[in-house]
């Protein structure tokens, strides 16, 4: 399995910015990969993911605020998070998957089997 090393939380307030990157272990061009997220007492839930063939699928409440993105040669995943509110704390993580996820099922946790170890996002109002 790839490993997965996040990195880049902190605290902001309220309209701020944080960009998170996800180191892997091998090339992540062949992987469905992408970042959830989880706040105290809440659900695992997906946030933006990358298909194989370069699908991207982002959350309706991050929609327009958060942008997933990958460079392929430095084998890391990004999320550039703008506008953020105190809504998106939460620990986030990375996970990927070597299968081919349709574009639909990206953002569901049960499809991925590697994960990272979080980073902790805090955003204060």
């Known amino acids: 399995q790839v490993q997965l090393v996040e990195s880049g939380g902190g605290s902001v307030q309220a309209g701020g910015s944080l960009r998170l990157s996800c180191a892997a272990s091998?090339?992540?061009?062949?992987?469905?990969i992408g970042w959830f997220r989880q706040a105290p007492g809440k659900e695992r839930e997906g946030v933006a993911a990358i298909a194989t063939d370069g699908t991207t699928n982002y959350a309706d409440s991050v929609q327009g605020r958060f942008i997933i993105s990958k460079d392929n040669s430095k084998k890391t995943l990004y999320l550039q998070m703008n506008s953020l509110s105190p809504e998106d704390t939460a620990v986030y993580y990375c996970a990927a998957s070597q299968l081919w996820i349709p574009g639909p099922l990206l953002l569901a946790p049960n499809g991925y089997n590697s994960w990272g170890q979080g980073t902790q996002v805090t955003v204060s109002s």
């Open positions: 091998v090339s992540i061009s062949t992987y469905s």
